[in-house]
């Protein structure tokens, strides 16, 4: 079942509501893969990162070693930040007095805390990411945060290429504009007064703004590309069969669907076993009204249960173990 | 009246007369440029300025190739001090 869609995609993402076992269901979709000869990237963008939880290890920004075939990550956009702003502020020195190098670190330090600039950045950092582990990795799996952040992240790469997108357009308008004015000759009186005068160096810092432009929406046009590409991408909701959780996976497909995200299956986590006894058996049969519910809303939807374990799935041994199941 | 001066005279009265035609659109399109670089301005410092912006990571990133024209801009805009407190060009 998540063995044969992690075999014929290269990446996954696995959402849903928090709680429900997405950390858990994503490392045993890679591990199963990994089981059967694949190189498995597992990225973390939760920023209440629990892959080390899971797998009783620390597991920083950069890809460590799991176990034979899967390396593992957890993207910390605060650390995109910084490295982000470092640069900005040190290129903005460059250009600057000393004497005003306070002003710009401060203009620099308030930025880090506006609004999107942890999405901004993982966004960022999931591209690149994408982009380096493509032809590494046979898989890559994505365990994201609690469904709306992830709704939001996956309708971001649009937003942001449109975004890009318009500031260019009004860019090669301003250019025409300078092009008219340097063709119908000087004129003193504003040509010092514009961002895209007629002077050398004005056209080269235009260049650079272009630049840097063109750079944004190559990056976001191509992630856009790469999570609507149905053939290599897909989007997995893991659920528990309760009421909260059936009625987040629905509205979660829906913010998906309107994104454009192709939603392969719904995996139902921690199902009550059917011979555990009484009290077992009433759940079941309590979990079998939600499950109802959620398959009159979404009919179309593949659905795989996952029963309830014993014992905690931490470590790379019980992590094997649920990867059994997947097969 | 020699032949020379005649036609420096000429000459002189053309470009006169292509000043006084070109000058009005050549103004109009430096103008329209400089709507479109305040407009500009405005997106890069947007967050600064209170105004939210979806993409201040990004625009930040382009604060290096405006922050000279800062001054000039907040004046023009009609603002007689620097708006952000953090930014004292004047």
Not at chain 1, 26 to 49: C, E, F, M, Q, Y
Not at chain 1, 168 to 183: G, L, M, Q, T
Request: hydrophobic content about 40%; charged content about 30%; aromatic content about 6%.
């Amino acid at each position: 079942m998540l063995l044969d869609l992690a075999q014929s995609k290269k990446i996954l993402f696995f959402g849903g509501k928090g709680g429900v076992g997405k950390t858990t269901i994503s490392s045993a979709t890679a591990i199963a893969r990994a089981n059967v000869g694949g190189k498995v990237l597992l990225v973390s963008t939760d920023p209440a990162h629990n892959l080390g939880h899971l797998f009783d290890r620390p597991i920083g920004s950069q890809p460590v070693r799991i176990t034979a075939g899967l390396d593992a990550l957890e993207l910390d956009p605060g650390e995109t930040i910084e490295k982000h702003l470092k640069e900005i502020s040190s290129s903005l020195h460059k250009m600057m007095p000393p004497n005003l190098y306070g002003e710009v670190d401060k203009h620099v330090a308030l930025s880090r805390d506006a609004p999107g600039m942890h999405e901004a950045a993982l966004l960022e950092r999931m591209a690149d990411v994408i982009e380096e582990g493509y032809d590494d990795y046979d898989l890559i799996v994505f365990d994201t945060a609690p469904s709306g952040h992830t709704a939001r992240l996956m309708v971001l790469p649009e937003m942001m290429s449109a975004w890009t997108e318009g500031l260019i357009k009004r860019r090669e308008k301003a250019d025409r504009f300078a092009e008219f004015v340097r063709e119908l000759g000087q004129d003193s009186s504003m040509e010092d007064k514009t961002i895209g005068g007629a002077t050398s160096k004005e056209q080269e810092r235009e260049s650079k703004i272009r630049q840097i432009l063109l750079r944004r929406r190559h990056k976001f046009t191509h992630l856009r590309e790469r999570i609507a590409n149905e053939d290599e991408t897909s989007f997995i909701i893991v659920l528990a069969a309760e009421r909260l959780p059936v009625l987040e996976t629905i509205e979660l497909h829906d913010q998906l669907m309107k994104a454009n995200v192709s939603i392969s299956c719904l995996v139902v986590n921690k199902r009550a076993p059917s011979d555990s006894g009484d009290f077992m058996e009433e759940r079941r049969i309590q979990e079998e009204v939600h499950l109802k519910t959620l398959s009159e809303s979404l009919p179309e939807s593949e659905r795989h249960d996952i029963y309830l374990q014993p014992h905690d799935v931490v470590g790379i041994a019980a992590v094997e173990q649920l990867a059994k199941q997947l097969q | 009246m020699t032949k020379k001066q005649k036609e420096s005279l000429l000459k002189r009265i053309e470009k006169g007369l292509y000043e006084y035609y070109v000058t009005p659109y050549r103004r109009s399109f430096a103008r329209a440029q400089r709507d479109e670089d305040d407009l500009f301005m405005l997106l890069v410092f947007a967050e600064s300025m209170g105004l939210p912006n979806p993409a201040a990571y990004y625009t930040l990133e382009l604060l290096p190739l405006v922050y000279d024209r800062f001054h000039e801009w907040h004046k023009r805009m009609g603002m007689e001090r620097s708006p952000l407190d953090h930014i004292g060009c004047c």
